[in-house]
Structure formats: structure tokens, C-alpha cells
């Protein structure tokens, strides 16, 4: 079955096709620092043994939160957790991936919003504070190595600061960055690359869902400026700076991914509200993508992964324990 074929996606290998994209848990105390919660969520969905985990978007520096409950990977004290979180998925054979994130104007709680443009209360980077926010994503990505992440996901989407720089809704300066509205995006990559030393992927949003911003057709240089840095990946989601709602159904951004696959040699994932394992095999059999992301299914049944493998005998006590072989194989009951 392809979903649960093996896999090389840069230099890891992979178990099979199916991963867990980042998911802000809001669980924080407003310092940045995970505890229990953090590690009994991650702990749980690894045991469903999906192919990756992405871990949730982690602020890169204080003015850099989406909330005060969010994760941060800037001061020792939140560092030191995190290696809690990495040593319990790998303890289940699953790899683990942290989104490095920066909030930008998005934020909810920084003191000074910053973007690429002036408005109202948000101040415009200038040249030098944005060569400052690539250093911060640089440190993060060296401290992401010596805790153990198996690899890095630049969060470029869901209308945070890259994004931000990228989409024409938000970037109309005069300068290096608005000419090139790619640039922040390469010379993060191109950062995080250079200290992280391992696989690098890149979540972009693919339709922004307004007359005036991003749409599928503008992403053939943002594709190609992510394959000019060396990324590994890219991740495909949409949506972050639409004023209006967005009309979502099953597998609704699949379509995005598909078109981004004919854009890149690179591997592609695709999410977004996918529920069925039908979904899945249609999704992998057509190369719309080449990894499903599941999300809030796993929220609900951590455990789908592991029911639908035993459903065709692929399941065995040996790779999962006792425990939970017991508790799942349904076979002969």
C-alpha cells in the first residue's frame, strides 16, 4: 500500500507517507516554555507512528510569538524542554520536525508589531532589523540541530512575517525586499540551511483568497526560489491574510499541492481537512502529493494510522508493544 510505503525526503528516512503537520497547541504559561502538556501531546501522537511530525510554530524571538501561550526556542530555559519533546518521539522510531516561526504584525502579543510595511500600529523593518530577524532564525536553526530536530520547517504561510514579505497584500516597498518580494524567504533559507546543517522545508500558502494577493499562478518564483536555497520540501496550505472566510470541504487544498507538484521536482505535502484513508490512497495513487498531512484527524484518533494497518494485516506486536497491539489488533476477537 503506497501510504505505508518507506521513503528517503532529503536524508531521512521515512517509515511511510502520512505526517502531522504543525499545530499550535496554545499551552504555553507566556514564556515560551513547553511542559507536561506539550510532551504527553507529542508523545501521543507518535505512538500512532506517523512517518514525521512537524512540531508546532516556535517564535524565534520574543517579538516573534503568535500568542503568549505559543512556544520559543530563544532562551536556555525554553531549550531545555524541548529536548524532552525530541527524545519521546524518537522513542517511538518517528521523526520530528520544529516550524520556526515569526509572527510579524500577526502577532497577538508583542509589544511592537513589525512588518514589511507601515500601518497603524505596525512598524516597517527596515534593511537592518531584517538582517537582525534572519540572525534570529539562524541561531534557532543551530540550536534546533544541537537539540536533535530531525529537520526544520520555515513557516512562510498563514499570513506570519515571511508571507508577509511575500504577498503584494502586505509588501509594497520600494526596496530590495519589495523588488524581490522572495528575498527575506531566501536569505532565511539560505540561514537556516548554513546552521541547521540537515533537511530544511518550506510551508508556503498557495492561494491567499483575495482579488489582490497571492493565487496559484504567482507561485512559480516563490517555488523557485525555495529549490535556488536547497530546501528539501515544500509544504502546501493556503489562507493567512484573506478578510474573508474561507469556504473549506474535504481535501480542499489538494488541488494547491497538485499544482505545486507540476511546479517542482521537489517532494510536495499536501493537507487539509483529509479523513478517510479512500482520501489518502486517491491522494498518493494521482501524485497530487507526494506526503498526506493529517491534522485534526490525528487530534481525535491518534491511533488511525495503527487501526488501519491492522485492518490489512500489516500491524505486528513486535513493532508497537503489547500494550498497544492489544488495545488496537482486532483481528481473531
Known sequence: MKPFETSLLGRMELNNRIGIPAMCTYMAKGDGIANLH?????????????????????????????????????????????????????????????????????????????????????????????????????????????????????????????????????????????????????EIITGVRSTFEKDVIVRISAEEYEEDGLHIADMKDIVEAIESCGAAAISVSSGGLNKHPIQTYPMYQIPYARAIKQMTSLPVMGVGLITKEEEIETILAQEDCDYVLLGRKLLRDPYFLLSWQDAFGLLTEENIGECLYRGIHKHGE
Not at 73 to 86: A, G, H, M, S
Open 38 to 186: 506539550h510532551i504527553a501531546h507529542y508523545e501521543t501522537l507518535a505512538k500512532g507512528r506517523p512517518a514525521f511530525i512537524v512540531q508546532e510554530a516556535t517564535a524565534i524571538a520574543a517579538e516573534g510569538y503568535i500568542s503568549d501561550a505559543c512556544l520559543g526556542i530563544f532562551t536556555p530555559r525554553q531549550r531545555e524542554p524541548l529536548k524532552d519533546i525530541v527524545e519521546v518521539v524518537h522513542d517511538y522510531g518517528v521523526k520530528l520536525g520544529i516550524q520556526l516561526n515569526h509572527a510579524g504584525m500577526k502577532s497577538k502579543c508583542a509589544a511592537h508589531k513589525v512588518s514589511a510595511m507601515d500601518n497603524e500600529d505596525v512598524h516597517a523593518l527596515t534593511a537592518e532589523e531584517i538582517h537582525r530577524i534572519v540572525v534570529n532564525f539562524e541561531f534557532a536553526g543551530k540550536w534546533a540541530k544541537e537539540l536533535g530536530y530531525d529537520f526544520v520547517e520555515i513557516h512562510a504561510a498563514h499570513g506570519y512575517l515571511i508571507n508577509q514579505f511575500l504577498s503584494p497584500l502586505t509588501n509594497q516597498r520600494t526596496d530590495l525586499y519589495g523588488e524581490d518580494r522572495t528575498l527575506l524567504l531566501k
